[in-house]
């Protein structure tokens, strides 16, 4: 069983998805790396399901995907109102609060 | 009512029971329908009482407050009538659950060592409220005055008859928002800067006294409440709990923070820095109560819980304590003869006065901590009566420069009497209240406690000597220059400047006849405090 | 036995007890009535919506006291599901703070040009995702109960959603959020791979003894993941922005039930999975709370905006309700003293907190600012907000006879119980940032007493009766509490409060 490829994969996943969020300014690229944190869980919960031969990783992962689904549903929504309002959806213009 | 009052009247605290394995057991006794209870909440439900009164109705406004604080001090007549002066327990005690789940419990009584200090308290604060009447001070607003003036009574009484650590310290943190409000509001040009500094060093202080209580809590011996081994907060099993309970090491950083934590409040020498700016912003009313009652506040911590209850712990302690008293004799002392502001040099000498008081403590003998408490009541009285002779010159010369001032006894002699009266009672004139703070203060320390350095606390003792020297050396330098000689010319034919008003005889004649009769009859306050002092050092040894 | 086979085998039905559900169930259905008198009300029917809402939040109380009252241990479905006395407190804490939270929320939504029906929607479901946090004790369903609260709440901090402030504090909201998930749920697909369960007491059987390497990334990963829900530095950037850019009360809600249903879902996860492994997690909230409370309340010293003050003050009173879990780990009597501090320390803030963001609302229908400067001279055109205001500000500052003072005993108390170095200076460090928050504290109260008003402008404050209500009861509870404290510590100091790990 090739578990530690598939650790392996989602830990490389989850890397790229941390260093996006970082460091992409575009709010869509910045959600589509959230996506691929969220999907490097996925590809844990399953492999470990698969390895552990319990119906619980799976079940986890069955939970994650829509509830990814429909935070990305809202966070599309939130930067199509940015994009209305400020023509940009630079995620380093939003700076009118400081301090 | 009365009826009930005097049924339960001088309670005495009942003997601690003990189980087969020696542990005390904890039963509530008495009734919250305590004596005590009511002189404490009165000044609070009276607050109340005036946050509904209009604010347009200032009569109705100061005569509320002003019988509030009568019928106080009515209560506090009657506790010093109803006391057992043999008996050196706790009266007036009262035991019953109030945070059950740390067996914190509102536990109150009086004793020799917090009746005079309770009587000071109700005693001081309708003058206050008298001396008030028609001083306001900018920018007016007498409800929210008098609210918070009553509401920091609560605090002040509740303080001095609290029996457990917690409600000590609860009342100890009343105590402070009043007084936030009454330097902020009320207070001269800097009072932002003396309300918030005197807020910040005494939330300090009792941020370190709060984690000592704790630290005490979970490591004194646990007594038995319902059935259930539990920690104790109760001030007059402590004593016997922790010295079972805490260790050497441990005993010693307890009471460092206790030491902080009173020793702001004091405040001795390096934490005193907020005293003079709070003391030189605050309105005339809020120096006077700061003197006569909040400083003391410090010094009953110590004499109350740190010492009783840590006694071991204050043995390594007291040569500390006796020196940073003695620097703040000598230190207080400079500062006052730098002084060019009046208000100023008096709250500089109530750092050197509560040097004496520490001072005596240290010596951690019944004869030093009764002289410490005649201490504190003469310094209250003296101190206070200063501050209101300060508040009433800046109302008619509108300065307290020392330099401008002059020549009060010719323009206003009257008061220049009492001023003089009151500087001989504060440099310690036999004769007044004065002398038995200071003289038997000094005296105590020649024979300290056994087990303590005995060259270390005379050289101390010869160095406060010298610091009654310069007492008098500022304190007459004051008088001279503020009573004698004649009126500058700016104030010669002022006519604002007038002689004691009749609302002000009415304030501070009792201060007065206090001051006096307690110089010659101080028996009457050593023989109060005395049976309950030597209680308190049982664990001494003597 | 086959994958497919063991897949069918753990499908049976479990017992489920309706009583033990009603509460959840409740607030479910009148979710569901304010969508269909939304759809189908009518614009004349919206301002039943608000009433409909206030009153099934209080109508779901009714089951939670009847379970305190037995006081019984409700556990289903295989333990995931847990109703016991600390799940009924912050059910009913949740359900009070969200009743107090439409109190406010009343009049501003509905004199806003905002969306009144979706509002209370998406405010029942977040309220919903905290009840079921208070009993989730499995990863699965506190992870679902996570993402009940946060989706509603990044769309209600977008709420006035031509305002470019609130898109701002929506997407930052929603960005800080989302991450924080991210991280979360990897370190729980950790630890679920490395346990073979996702409840957390097995988990907490598995990880006892030595912890491999992975264990403690999962268990870091953990506390990361719920550190940005409670904002605890250096996770708390969003909470200023946040605070400012949303509608008043969609920011006391976020800083009030959202902040104490992570610190539920933390307390649960961390006593309950890792109490075994306190050298792992002690040390890391230690620095944790260390770091929040100073932090927050060295920056709020020099904010100039109420609500932003309140963001810092916010973080650093999250702060001192990390604290004792830093050492939780001890024993069983620490983490029995730590889990109830934190519940005493979050009923006591939700009452005092609220009421300073319902004066914040209060005031800025006269000034329509909050800037601090705005509060000047309060105290003689509104004395009533202004002793009300200065109850809350001193009650967080934790001055005795306000409620706050009983917190900070009780979070100070279970510092110093286990008599170690670890909690001595914790509780010295909690002691130190109380004076420094005190100055800013200090200062609202002294702009709202001393300073004269801005322009001069005193005409009276208009309080709409709801509003008034939620700071009445506020400030009875603050003072009440404070007084007797045992009204709070007679549910939070219960025995077996929570089954801990142990």
Sequence with gaps: MLLNQFLLLGAVLFCIGVYGVLVRRNGVMVLMSIELILNAVNINLVAFGTHLQQATGQAFALFVIPIAAAEVAVGLAIVLMIYRNRRSIDVDSLDEMKG | ?542 | MTFAASMLASVDHPPIDWHALAPELIVLGVLAIIILVDAFGGEDRKWAISSITSIGLLVAIVPVVTMAVDGAVRSMFDAAYVVDNYALLFKALFLVAGYIVVLLSTNYIAEGDYWEGEYYQLLLASILGMMIMASARDLIGIFVALETISIPAYMLAAWRKRESRSDEAGLKYYLMGVFASGVLLYGMSLLYGLTGSTRLVDIAAAVSGEAPALVIVAIVFTIVGFGFKVSAVPFHTWAPDVYEGAPTPVTAFVAVASKAAGFVALITVVLVAFPTQPEIFEPLIWALAAATMTVGNVIALRQTNMVRLLAYSGVAQAGYMLAPLAIAGHSATSAELATSAIATYLVIYMAMNLGAFGIVIAMARKTGSAELSSYGGMLNYAPALTVAMTIFVFSLAGIPFLAGWYGKLAVVLALVQPGTWFGYSMAIIVGVNSVIALGYYAKIARIMWIDPAPDGDTTRVRVPVSVASALVITAVLTVAIGVYPPLVDQFTGAESFLTLGF
Excluded at chain 2, 173 to 188: D, S
Aim: proline share 6%; net charge negative.
């Design chain 2, 1 to 542: 009512m009365r009826f009930e009052l005097l049924q339960l009247a001088a309670q005495l605290q009942p003997p601690v029971e003990v189980d087969a394995a020696g542990v005390p057991v904890v039963e509530s006794t008495g009734s919250f329908w305590n004596p005590l209870t009511y002189t404490v909440f009165l000044p609070l439900a009276g607050a109340l009482l005036l946050l509904l009164v209009p604010k347009g109705n200032e009569a109705l406004v100061k005569l509320g407050a002003l019988i509030t604080s009568l019928l106080t001090f009515g209560m506090g007549l009657y506790l010093l009538l109803e006391f057992d002066y043999s008996e050196s327990g706790k009266q007036f005690f009262a035991n019953i659950p109030w945070i059950e789940v740390i067996n914190s419990r509102y536990i109150v009584g009086i004793d020799g060592i917090s009746l005079p200090l309770l009587a000071l308290t109700v005693f001081v604060v309708p003058l206050c409220i008298i001396y008030s009447w028609n001083h306001i001070p900018s920018p007016g607003n007498p409800k929210a005055f008098f609210v918070l003036l009553l509401v920091l009574e609560t605090g002040m009484i509740g303080s001095f008859i609290a029996l457990d650590l917690i409600l000590f310290f609860v009342f100890f943190e009343v105590v402070l928002l009043p007084m936030y409000f009454l330097i902020g509001v009320w207070g001269g040009p800097d009072r932002k800067y003396a309300s918030l500094k005197f807020f910040l060093y005494t939330l300090f202080g009792s941020a370190l006294m709060i984690v000592a209580f704790l630290a005490l809590y979970f490591l004194s011996d646990p007594v038995m409440v319902d059935g259930a081994l539990i920690g104790s907060f109760d001030m007059t099993l402590l004593p016997d709990l922790a010295a079972a309970g805490v260790g050497t090491t441990a005993a010693l950083w307890i009471f460092g923070g206790m030491f902080i934590g009173f020793g702001v409040k004091v405040p001795m020498f390096p934490f005193h820095t907020w005293l003079p700016d709070a003391h030189t912003q605050a309105p005339t009313v809020g120096s006077v109560i700061l003197a006569a009652v909040l400083l003391k506040l410090g010094t009953y911590g110590f004499v109350r819980i740190a010492i009783p209850i840590l006694p071991e712990a204050a043995k390594t302690w007291a040569p500390v304590i006796a020196l940073l008293a003695v620097i703040g004799i000598i230190y207080g002392a400079l500062c006052c003869l730098a002084q060019t502001d009046m208000k100023r040099l008096i709250a500089f000498s109530s750092v050197a006065h509560m040097g004496f008081t520490m001072l005596a403590i240290s010596s951690l003998t019944d004869f030093g901590i009764n002289a410490a408490i005649f201490g504190m009541v003469a310094h209250g009285l003296i101190t206070g009566m200063l501050f209101f002779i300060a508040g009433s010159t800046k109302e008619r010369y509108h300065t307290l420069e020392i330099a401008r001032l002059g020549g009060m006894l010719k323009q206003a002699p009257r008061m220049g009497w009492i001023l003089g009266l009151c500087t001989m009672a504060s440099l310690g004139l036999p004769g007044l209240a004065g002398f038995w703070g200071e003289f038997p203060a000094i005296l105590s320390v020649y024979q300290p406690a056994e087990g303590l350095n005995l060259a270390f606390f005379r050289t101390m003792m010869v160095i406060a000597a010298i610091g009654t020297v310069f007492a008098a050396g500022y304190l007459l330098w004051l008088y001279q220059r503020v009573a004698f000689g004649v009126p500058s010319e700016e104030f010669e034919n002022d006519p604002e400047i007038t002689d004691v008003q009749p609302l002000e005889w009415v304030a501070w004649l009792p201060m007065l006849v206090l001051i006096v009769v307690l110089g010659f009859l101080p028996g009457l306050l050593f023989n109060t405090t005395n049976p309950a002092v030597v209680e308190s050092l049982a664990a001494l040894g003597g």
